[in-house]
């Protein structure tokens, strides 16, 4: 870009995009929300047992200051003057939670993913407790059923498990926070006076918070017995939470003093990217899961269909808050990571628009990847994935579109559902996300819902979203969120290229296979997830002395020879 043209530029924002599989720091043109540059760090997921899904929260925060340092480099390449970087907003990954020492600013144990299963027995545990073991029983109160995926059962589980937290925690030392919570009091000075806080809508997930009170739940806290000391203070969405500070272990400070004030989880980030607004405006997003949102207003609707309900956002302290019912999917993106790392038929996740462009069919395969059990609209953790209608004829190509064609079902689901509870059908959807750079996924979902799915041709709703309400913010005032100033969003848009009744039958198939994949699971994960056949003390002994008398007449044939 040509010096004379940095002048031109105005006023950027930074945008934090922290999801489960990636962290990526984007640089955005507050005036016309275009994308200047980025930098991508792949983040490692660790399966310790089976079921658990954890990450280094160190690595995390890390991998945020690389990401901050090589856009910056590349901005100054470019010629533009990084001190126009005016405000910064974080995106997060949402439930995936994390305990840390305030003395020393060291995580007290690996974060917990929202995917990980682990604390199945604790909810089991936590349902004796509820009249009638009943799942929604704080529904009205969160917005959410008792399940694995929620902030509350993962911390009770670090609370039970975990004696330096439980130490901690005794000590006055323990903090807790959701991924924005642990990155915001990081990169603002951490032990060295870091602002120790969340925002409505990753609040809102944590099972712990009140809807409509917008406050911790004294109740909610005493039925999961979580000490209130250790949550962090609730802001909106869209505010001054603090400034960035040098991170002196890394020589990290290309923005020491820039002030981090826009802080929304990953899902309602992408649902302000994409200017959902209105009431009954909606948007579906492909990352690691699929989660489809659908705007209600100022008024909290109640699904009967096996929906969420959310704060969508609070775009300012004395803005009202906005709700939306959620879909959500656990395995989207994931599925094509586990056909690249597990069966290892990918080489990068790419490849698998080129496979499933090659068979063009499933012929007749399906796959229901409900490796973390079913979310929405089932929420059913005893079911597992399953891959049915295998053949000889059957390749790595049909199981690579097999697997497209199951975030698309698993879409369909939500949608049903999302039409049913608002009474009113979306005539299209909006979408964003990695997984929609690719066109076959695209067009199967248009044809799997028999309506147009519409992208924008700037996929990075997520960080646009953090950039506006950071960029929105009361003292940093660079980002107008008036409609008549919203920048037109130019889209690729997908029609339906098969007949309805073509799409039932598949759509009809596929709930087939769901239905197969149900109580899989028919006794309780263990607490440690050891469900080794050595955890059954007769087996281990039928079969260690079994192993024994092999190798002793093996011995003893070898002696008589």
């Known amino acids: 870009m040509a010096a004379s043209n940095r002048m031109m530029l105005g006023p950027l924002v930074g945008s934090i995009d922290q999801g489960t599989s990636s962290t990526r720091f984007l640089v955005f043109n507050a005036k016309t929300s275009e994308l200047l540059s980025h930098h991508q760090v792949e983040i490692v997921q660790k399966f310790p047992k089976e079921g658990w899904v954890e990450q280094d929260p160190k690595e995390i925060l890390n991998s945020v200051h690389e ?90 589980w670090l609370l039970d498990n975990v004696e330096e937290i439980k130490q901690a925690v005794g000590d006055g030392r323990a903090m807790f926070g959701t991924i924005d919570s642990w990155l915001i009091w990081s990169l603002t000075g951490g032990k060295n006076g870091g602002v120790h806080c969340t925002d409505v809508t990753n609040a809102s997930r944590t099972m712990l918070f009140n809807i409509h009170s917008l406050e911790w739940d004294p109740e909610l806290c005493q039925f999961f017995d979580i000490p209130m000391e250790i949550l962090p203070k609730v802001r909106s969405s869209s505010e001054i939470y603090g400034l960035m500070k040098i991170c002196p272990s890394l020589k990290s400070g290309a923005l020491t003093g820039v002030p981090i004030s826009g802080c929304l989880g990953d899902q309602s980030a992408a649902l302000v990217g994409q200017m959902c607004f209105q009431d009954g405006q909606a948007k579906n997003t492909y990352g690691t899961g699929c989660f489809l949102l659908c705007n209600t207003g100022q008024k909290s609707v109640f699904s009967e269909h096996g929906l969420l309900t959310t704060i969508a956002y609070k775009l300012g302290r004395d803005k009202p808050v906005c709700y939306a019912l959620e879909g959500s999917v656990a395995i989207a993106g994931a599925v094509v990571r586990w056909l690249r790392d597990n069966l290892g ?42 891959i049915c209608g295998l053949t000889q004829f059957t390749n790595k190509n049909h199981i690579a579109f097999a697997a497209l064609e199951a975030v698309c079902f698993q879409t369909r ?41 519409v992208k924008p041709s700037m996929p990075e709703t997520t960080a646009l979203g953090a950039a506006m309400a950071a960029g929105a913010a009361e003292g940093v ?32 198939r596929w709930k087939k296979a769901v239905m197969k994949s149900m109580d899989w699971v028919t006794s309780d994960i263990s607490s440690n997830g050891d469900s080794s056949i050595f955890s059954s003390l007769p087996l281990g002994l039928y079969i260690m002395s079994s192993m024994i008398m092999l190798i002793g007449a093996k011995y003893i044939s070898g002696n008589g020879n």
């Open 413 to 453: 689901e939500l949608l049903d559902a999302i039409n049913k509870d608002c009474g009113v059908p979306l005539n299209q959807l909006q979408v964003d996300g990695g997984m929609t750079n690719n066109k076959v996924l695209m067009q199967l979902q248009s044809d799997i819902l028999c309506i147009p799915v």
């Open 345 to 386: 038929i990918l080489k990068t996740s790419q490849e698998v628009e080129k496979l499933a462009a090659e068979a063009g069919t499933s012929y007749g395969c399906y796959f229901v990847p409900a490796f973390s059990g079913l979310y929405a609209p089932y929420w059913e953790p005893s079911a597992r994935g399953i």
């Open 67 to 156: 990401c901050v340092e090589k856009t910056c480099e590349k901005l100054q390449q470019l010629n533009i003057d990084i001190t126009n970087i005016k405000a910064i907003g974080v995106s997060n990954q949402r439930e995936t939670t994390v305990v840390w020492d305030k003395t020393t600013g060291e995580p007290l144990y690996n974060a917990i993913v929202w995917l990980d299963l682990r604390t199945q027995a604790t909810v089991d545990r936590l349902l004796k407790k509820i009249p009638g073991k009943n799942k929604s029983f704080f529904k009205f109160r969160t917005g959410l059923p008792l399940s694995t995926y929620f902030s509350a059962v993962k911390l009770r």
């Open 477 to 508: 005032g660079i980002w107008s969120l008036n409609p008549g100033d919203l920048t037109a969003v130019t889209c690729e848009r997908f029609e339906p290229q098969i007949n309805p009744e073509e799409s039932e039958f598949r759509f009809a």
